[in-house]
């Protein structure tokens, strides 16, 4: 039965797949505008496809040696065949995700405006489409690698169900460490660009954003395609994928090779395809600007597919388990709701309808010391409630899936309480991805000289963007987390697969373990702390040029003659892509390197760690960026003396240190804890033969 | 044999107290300097005084509610009979340790700045002398506790030993809550006073740093002898009793009952007050006023007790335990060792000799944003280096105390490297508190309009002041790291001896486990958001009422009319006070609530969540706001523009976020992971009884 089952997942690939062409195919037909608008656009293409391009280059070096580094270990029957294999497609995909992303939305960003000048409904059709083709790509490719790597494995090579998963496993670490360097890159890229475009602009030169006089304006809006789409692409790719496969690896577990119990999360996924294609359809607005209407348009979307899930997945349970596995049926619902939740306690921290934003924003009347002070606290309280949600949804997953019995069967129910929040990603990937593309427009309509009515639209689209940003980042730092915990499950049990004698003592007081969460607790911090300097380090290069072209460069400031964009993109490219690869050598370094010195068991507390203090960082500094952006925007909306006042100057420094925290850092650490994860599980083979502590105490 | 050894730490608390009864004469005899001093003194005096007055009357709410509960539980056999008495006199120690501090601490203020006019040396001399009378009367009053308690459980109550060590823990909860009381109290009183006095005096009025006519300029004084002193204090008796008492009860598990092992670290503990005597009679100086002298002549008395303590340990070890036991004295160097390398790390990080604020202070070139980034940025990465010292610590203390083979004599081990590096804390603590002397001394000098070489030599104690106190924190960081391990394992232990059927699952993948990390790991960043917020709020407060004040009193600005001092302090009183309480009731109602619902097992996650991110928030914290205080005095010293350029002001911007972060957040975090402990060390009788998880799942 399974097996025509895993058949659906192909199918629903080919559909994701097909409705995003579709999707790009209704935004391609439409026109790019004037030719300045064409001009403006081609400039940011031109300068967001020479970051990529360098950047495959780099990352190409990367999975050549690891391919190298992963065929030796094959070779020494440390890992299965097909693991280097697996790597590359994972990476691949990953990379390519990112890649189609930020295809359509540099295409889509002057049609954007352009549809503007007619109607904010075109506008928004033409944004949402183009952030639908990212979603859709997204989860396609993610069940294409997953269907075609199924059907590999157990119909040409005839593999175990465990096996099938550990292979599997392997394109989950290629995915990430490709999702690392381009969340890490992209970050650094596009806050280093806006930061440098701001403080010289804006506060010292005093000219708007999106000016185009402003020589750092195109790096900024190449940022926006490179790190906000790109970037998420491949990052969300992998959570989801990630997601599915650990699910999968647990339920073998769980089920002792029961290739149902494998194929569950993967057709759940597939529902979620369907769900999500519905939902899209209901999305559509009237002519009104007013933000709770166009929220609601979006909304009545996600809602829908989430509502769709939930009914469908009940009998899609009963069918594949059986109806006395009820239990895993109330662990993907909990899932669901706590995503929903989660999302919801981000938008009350950040968003400027809520007290804690406006509170925010009443700081900012005693100076930039308090709305620092005020912002960093924000975020840290907003912690509690993520990690309250989170817990009680892991208990519901873990103990109605009976994990007091089998707790193998428990953490399987944790993990398709991950598969659950991310099965409706296609559309909540949709109304998050098309916020960039309205940046942009808003940026096109700017630097064209459209008239004042179609930037108000384009404006309006965006700031529902960073609403939805938001709710979106919410579910991928739970699902993020949940994922962490079941691929932690998934190394205990690799391990035990392994060596089924190895006597594994994971008790918090074994010092070893104990180490080793002190070490995992501390990675987060070392990579919010190496993201932000790099930030700083590429923002006050930034700074530099645009300060040396506005002073060499004679007539920028009246318009005679224009800056020397390219340059600003090519010193970004260069300072972000730079930056990026000691990160991720970090997280594929530090696991392999605990585990050689200290053994196996530590790397358990290594990764409780890392997952623990990474949530807590990764909401801490989404949510104090968040809230520094909206209660800077809400100032500009003309409370506490507007703009210009010395509350908004306040305000902006604030909104400027939460760039790199909700941008760079915060989505970065997400990926990591998910890496380290993945790494301990390829290197497992190894670290169980080669250690040192077991050497010396026996 | 132990029973005299005992009698030791008996006569070595009297002669430490009597040591600062003599210190305490000597600064007391010498003359408090003009009119015009004495008045600024007294009416420090009277401001601190009337906020210890008004804290200790809420504290004894907290403390008699407290003792009722207590006393129920020990009335229905849920605890023992002394445990109530000993929650008091913890507390009642505490307190006491601070109040001395604050009352020598105000008198030698006026007293410094009259020596600092005849010289430096005689300047250094009272200032120290006043350190020294707080120094010694915390492991003073600390070992008295401890050994009057001793005498009165074993010789009138004939308890066993792990009896004893059971009571004596429960003394230190009581001194903990008093500790936190303290801190938070203190610590926002003082930063609210800072940051409040700066954002309008400095930055609005232009006017210098305690300038008599800045109305909040007393209650900024008054808040460095409220916070940095009494606080403190209590702070750091907690932490040496806290170090004492959980190595005494893990020596009784590690030795079954053995009273020598008990004995060990009291006898330590006891030894370093004689280290630290001796040391502080090799701390003097010349006339230069140049930093590096200055250090060598403090850091030569606690080289010296450092020195003297680990030969002395040598023999101390084999004398109570056997020769054979040498691993426990190796345990005692790691400890004292990695004291003094997070000790300099920190000094490595925060002072402006070396690169990071260095790099910092360049950061200030673009303003606050990136300063703010920058310092962030470092306080994250601050923490790698002491997270690999302690790791290594605790790893060597505990396979060399024979941790492979007896897990508990391995935490014993773990326990003593604690005491080892508390053991010199008279000295250590000398040098650490003598630092808000001088400040105020300083204060003093310019608000009596004293010659300005007055200043340059207060300035230059001072300054001196801020190196010792960044080492004197790296201390305290590292043993409440290594404390609160002992702590959780005495916890551990504590059950084991409840109830010895109880199978306790600590494995990381128990569910409860890993929920109880995820809500411990939150705690610290709910701690740090808690007490930010409310200094900025108390801060606010002051900087309305200041604004307020220049705005109606006439003449404050050409000195013809005087500032409402005590209005600002009344102030900076009531709202520290009100906000001092939420935080120490959570820390207090947490483990116990968790406890309730999850059962016994989730407290142990709690617990090693709270001190990884409690260690890591601590060390963040703090080390960036020294970072960003010394960053700044390098730009007054004349680099970046100096004093009053935009650079400037951009690092007053960090050094005001730091202010709290360094001297409120930062070290409540380290009281609170040992309080959560102790709290479910003396409420585990009750856990184990009664909890909804067991009730449930049965």
Redesign the interface.
Same mark, same amino acid.
């Given at each position: 039965m399974e097996n025509y089952l895993v058949i659906i997942t192909f199918v629903c690939s080919l559909i994701a797949i097909g409705f995003a062409a579709i999707m790009a195919a209704r935004v391609l037909r439409t026109s790019e505008g004037t030719d300045l608008m064409k001009k403006i656009s081609n400039s940011i293409k031109r300068g967001a496809n020479a970051y990529l391009k360098r950047q495959y280059s780099i990352v190409a070096v990367f999975f050549a040696v690891m391919f190298v580094v992963l065929g030796v270990m094959a070779f020494a029957k440390l890992l299965d065949p097909c693991v280097p294999f697996a790597f590359i497609t994972g990476g691949f995909f990953s990379g390519l995700s990112g890649f189609v992303g930020m295809k359509i939305a540099t295409a889509s960003n002057a049609r954007t405006a352009n549809a503007c000048r007619t109607g904010l409904n075109k506008g928004l059709r033409i944004a949402f489409s183009a952030g639908s083709v990212m979603g859709f790509t997204v989860v396609g490719l993610g069940l294409l690698d997953i269907s075609v790597w199924y059907f590999i494995l157990r119909f040409l090579l005839h593999y175990e169900a465990a096996q099938i998963t550990g292979a599997m496993l392997t394109f989950g670490m290629g995915a990430s460490s490709m999702a690392l360097f381009a969340r890490v890159g992209g970050g650094i890229f596009t806050k280093a660009a806006d930061?440098g475009a701001d403080?010289v602009g804006k506060?010292e030169a005093g000219i708007p954003e999106d000016d185009e006089r402003n020589p750092a304006v195109i790096a900024d809006n190449v940022g926006d395609n490179v790190g906000d789409v790109a970037g998420m692409g491949a990052d969300l790719y992998e959570s989801y994928v990630g997601s599915v496969i650990s699910a999968a690896a647990l339920g073998v577990a769980a089920f002792a090779g029961d290739f149902r119990a494998m194929a569950l999360p993967m057709i759940l996924a597939s529902i979620g395809v369907i769900a999500s294609v519905i939902g899209s359809f209901f999305v559509r607005t009237g002519e009104s600007t007013d933000q709770k209407t166009l929220l609601k348009a979006l909304r009545r979307g996600t809602n829908l597919s989430a509502i769709f899930i939930a009914v469908i997945s009940y009998f899609l349970v009963r069918f594949v388990l059986g109806a006395e596995m009820w239990g895993f049926y109330v662990a993907i619902l909990a899932g669901l709701i706590a995503g929903v939740a989660i999302g919801f306690t981000t938008e009350y921290y950040t968003s400027d309808t809520y007290k804690p934003t406006k509170n925010l924003a009443d700081?900012s009347?005693? !100076?930039?010391?308090?709305i620092?002070? !005020?912002g960093?606290?924000?975020?840290?309280?907003s912690?509690?409630a993520p990690?309250?949600i989170?817990?009680v949804c892991?208990?519901v997953a873990?103990?109605v899936s009976g994990?007091?019995t089998f707790?193998t069967r !428990?953490?399987y129910g944790?993990a398709l309480a991950a598969v659950g929040m991310l099965s409706t990603l296609g559309i909540t990937l949709a109304t998050d991805a098309y916020g960039p593309v309205a940046d942009n427009a808003g940026g096109i309509a700017q630097m064209a000289g459209l008239e004042p009515e179609v930037r108000e639209r384009t404006d309006a689209l965006d700031s529902l963007g960073n609403t939805t940003a938001a709710t979106g980042k919410g579910f991928a730092i739970g699902a993020a987390a949940l994922t962490a915990?079941a691929l932690?499950?998934s190394y205990?049990d690799k391990l035990r697969t392994i060596d089924p004698e190895f006597h594994l003592d994971?008790?918090?007081?074994n010092?070893?373990?104990?180490?080793g969460?002190?070490?995992g607790?501390?990675l987060p911090?070392?990579f919010?702390?190496?993201t932000?300097?790099s =930030?700083?380090r590429a923002?006050?290069a930034v700074?530099i040029e645009v300060r040396r072209q506005f002073r060499e460069i004679v007539g920028i400031m009246d318009g005679k003659n224009e800056p020397d964009y390219a340059r600003c993109v090519d010193l970004c490219t260069k300072a972000s892509l730079r930056e990026m690869v000691l990160p991720t050598i970090i997280a594929i370094v530090v696991p392999v390197a605990v585990g050689l010195l200290m053994g196996a068991e530590a790397i358990? !507390?290594l990764l409780?760690?890392a997952t623990?203090?990474g949530?807590?960082l990764a909401i801490?500094m989404s949510n104090s960026g968040g809230a520094w952006d909206n209660a800077k925007k809400y100032i500009e909306s003309g409370t506490h003396g507007g703009k210009g006042g010395s509350q908004h100057k306040s305000a902006? =420094?604030g909104d400027?240190?939460g760039d790199?925290f909700k941008d760079t850092s915060g989505p970065a650490i997400n990926i990591l804890i998910k890496l380290l994860s993945m790494v301990s599980i390829v290197f497992a083979g190894l670290i169980l033969q080669f250690n040192l502590i077991g050497f010396i105490?026996g």
């Open positions: 930061v403080l506060v700081t009347e005693t !100076g930039s010391a308090t620092i002070i !005020g960093l606290g924000l975020g840290m309280m912690t509690v990690i309250l989170i817990s892991v208990l873990y103990f994990g007091a707790a !428990g953490l944790v915990l932690i499950a205990i994971i008790s918090i007081m010092p070893v373990v104990l180490i969460l002190f070490i607790a501390c911090f070392v919010a702390a190496l932000m300097q =930030v700083g923002a006050q700074v358990v !507390g409780a760690g623990a203090t949530f807590l801490f902006v =420094v400027t240190v790199p105490i």
